[in-house]
Nanobody
């Protein structure tokens, strides 16, 4: 069955960096678009970045130029390098396969908490 394990979150000061990792299993990882989503308290979950292949990526306007998504198909892992973090980036971050601009699977991992202090 589909499984996601996110890691790498933490507490960081504004302007700092974090690198998130997501290990996936239970589906054909290499042929799927993968994405990072986040959910802040009281807000809906949103897609912040997706990767179709190593050279085809898309980002939400709010993170463009600061976040970089990448993937390692051999390890079935997707990464999110987050630089120049802002307090508004504070959220729980999740990964999932992506269909269009939404999640493909209803299963979600536990997520990883990112907290950016001002």
């Amino acid at each position: 069955q589909v499984h996601f394990v996110e890691s790498g979150g933490g507490l960081v000061q504004a302007g700092g960096s974090l690198r998130l990792s997501c290990a996936a299993s239970g589906f054909s990882f290499s042929i799927n678009t993968m994405g990072w989503f986040r959910q802040a308290p009281g807000k809906q979950r949103e897609l912040v970045a997706r990767i179709i292949s190593v050279d085809i990526t898309n980002y939400a306007d709010s993170v463009k130029g600061r976040f970089t998504i990448s993937r390692d198909n051999a390890k079935m892992t997707v990464y999110l390098q987050m630089n120049s973090l802002k307090p508004e980036d504070t959220a729980v971050y999740y990964c999932n396969a992506v269909t269009g601009w939404t999640h493909r699977y209803d299963y979600w991992g536990q997520g990883t908490q990112v907290t950016v202090s001002s």
